[in-house]
């Protein structure tokens, strides 16, 4: 069975220092991979996402990934956060097939400190 | 493109009541809507998924009855939560997938649900 695990529930950063969250994905399967933000009381925004294709995936506000098989992580980088990135990011893997079924981590809540 | 829009954003109702809540895909065809349900500073709950013309299919532990889905068109998809009662007190938001194209869902605003 697919799951997706996201380590850390919460991540303080400074403003314009550098950030990583962590996505790890178990499946038998080739996934499809995913990143939102979600701001409070909104829906779901894409970051970016992992079709196929080159292992390095830039995204919107600065945001980048990368698709390691090898070690089933989909990391996600900023190299200089804003106050305004303050949000809870989600990593999603889908299969390649079907229905095309999400499933989500459990979030990682970016605190990003003046 | 691909807007996904849910209506209402925010509702209150009483107790045993029933309450609706639309999704729309405004710019494309969906083939297949999703619903999920998320809980304060939670992850999202899969519930159901739809495809137009058929019925829902839903995750396990999801009451099929309280939960009514109906997807009447490639571009609607509602949510009836039936005889509403406080623990359904809920943040809901609904996704849907464009015809023809793999892999990625899109994401309405969501719906804030208090049952009082």
């Known amino acids: 069975a697919q799951s997706v695990t996201q380590l850390d529930s919460q991540v303080p950063v400074f403003e314009e220092a550098p950030v990583e969250l962590r996505c790890n994905y178990s499946?038998?399967?080739?996934?499809?991979l995913f990143w939102y933000v979600q701001y409070p009381n909104q829906g779901l925004q894409l970051l970016l996402k992992y079709l196929s294709g080159s292992t390095l995936v830039k995204g919107i506000n600065g945001f980048e990934a990368e698709f390691n098989k090898s070690q089933t992580s989909f990391h996600l980088r900023k190299p200089s956060v804003h106050i305004s990135d303050t949000a809870e990011y989600f990593c999603?893997?889908?299969?390649?097939?079907?229905?095309?079924?999400?499933?989500f981590g459990t979030g990682t809540r970016l605190k990003v400190l003046a | 493109g691909a807007v996904v829009s849910q209506h209402p954003s925010r509702v209150i109702c009483k107790s045993g009541t029933s309450v609706k809540i639309e999704c729309r895909s405004l710019?494309?065809?969906?083939?297949?809507m999703f619903w999920y349900r998320q809980f304060p500073k939670q992850s999202l709950m899969l519930m159901a998924t739809s495809n137009e013309g058929s019925k829902a299919t839903y995750e396990q532990g999801v009451e099929k009855d309280k939960f009514l889905i109906n997807h009447a068109s490639l571009t609607l998809s509602t949510l009836t939560v039936t005889s509403a009662h406080p623990e359904d007190s809920s943040f809901y938001i609904c996704s849907s997938q464009m015809e023809g194209v793999s892999g990625e869902q899109y994401f309405g605003p969501g719906t804030r649900l208090t049952v009082t």
């Open positions: 999603a893997v889908s299969f390649t097939s079907g229905t095309y079924k999400y499933i």
């Open positions: 499946s038998s399967v080739s996934v499809y």
């Open positions: 710019d494309f065809q969906a083939t297949t």
